[in-house]
């Protein structure tokens, strides 16, 4: 009888400890990245769908000063920081996408193009590219290519609106065929035609510096979708519905937000 308890005891460490490990993990339908910037290992940046497509930071770092979710946000603090994430087959072959993301903006613009984001291909940064516009202001101009089609300066209350420093916003770029939907803090600001079919191919993708000096800011909780995602799905990224939560008891995994936002 003892013998059976001991056997049943390890059982249970065994398959609690399996459900730890899968609740490190984020995974949904069509999620190709998922980044929540909580720690690094040797300037490395783990990809946690458990996909192996890391990031390798340069010059940008993962703190604690600013978060919304976790234990890290990823700074860039001057022209020349940012991520880089090799090419894979997911993220080079997409055409409908979703990019969602928090930002806090940590200075105004440079007055020149100040780069977010960017999914390269060959011949074309914008699949999609995410800047600040060429201002001393702060607004989004949200890219793609053949055309160069999508915002052009938008902010919180739409084109020509303002971006304020020191405060988290969450943007979410979704391209559902020749439409592009932008979100600020889960409300669409404003629908733009883009291309169909825009430029894709073998090449990285960047947070921060391209050949353009990286716009200043806080990012966290980074996820990149190979289809459209719907409002309500924006909304529920948003508010960290799909996030982990350690398993209860350490016998069941529940899925929710668990991780204080900061105001």
Not at 146 to 159: D, I, R, S, V
Not at 213 to 228: E, H, I, K, P, Q
Not at 229 to 237: A, Q
Request: with cysteine; glycine share 12%; proline share 3%.
């Amino acid at each position: 009888m003892r013998m059976m308890m001991f056997l049943l005891t390890l059982a249970l460490l065994f398959g609690s400890g399996a459900l730890s490990a899968q609740a490190a993990t984020v995974q949904d339908d069509g999620l190709i990245l998922y980044f929540s910037f909580d720690n690094e290992k040797g300037g490395t940046v783990a990809d946690e769908t458990g996909g192996g497509n890391d990031g390798t930071l340069d010059k940008a770092e993962i703190t604690d000063d600013e978060i919304v979710y976790g234990s890290g946000a990823l700074r860039c603090e001057d022209a020349g920081a940012g991520m880089t994430v090799d090419s894979f087959k997911e993220l080079e072959d997409y055409q409908d996408n979703s990019f969602l993301f928090w930002l806090q903006f940590t200075d105004k613009n440079s007055g020149s193009w100040n780069q977010i984001i960017a999914k390269k291909a060959p011949g074309s940064d914008r699949s999609p590219g995410i800047w600040t516009c060429n201002r001393v202001t702060l607004h989004i101009h949200y890219r793609f290519n053949p055309g160069n089609q999508g915002t052009h300066c938008t902010g919180p209350g739409g084109e020509g609106d303002e971006f304020d420093t020191g405060k988290w916003y969450h943007i979410a770029g979704v391209k559902d065929g020749a439409q592009l939907r932008f979100y600020i803090d889960g409300e669409e600001i404003e629908e733009q035609g883009v291309p169909k079919d825009h430029a894709q191919g073998a090449e990285q993708l960047y947070v921060g510096k391209t050949g353009y000096g990286a716009a200043l800011f806080y990012l966290d909780d980074l996820y990149v979708y190979d289809r459209a995602l719907s409002t309500d799905e924006v909304v529920d990224v948003m508010d960290g519905n799909l996030l982990p939560v350690e398993p209860k008891d350490k016998l069941t995994t529940t899925w929710g937000s668990v991780k204080a936002r900061r105001d």
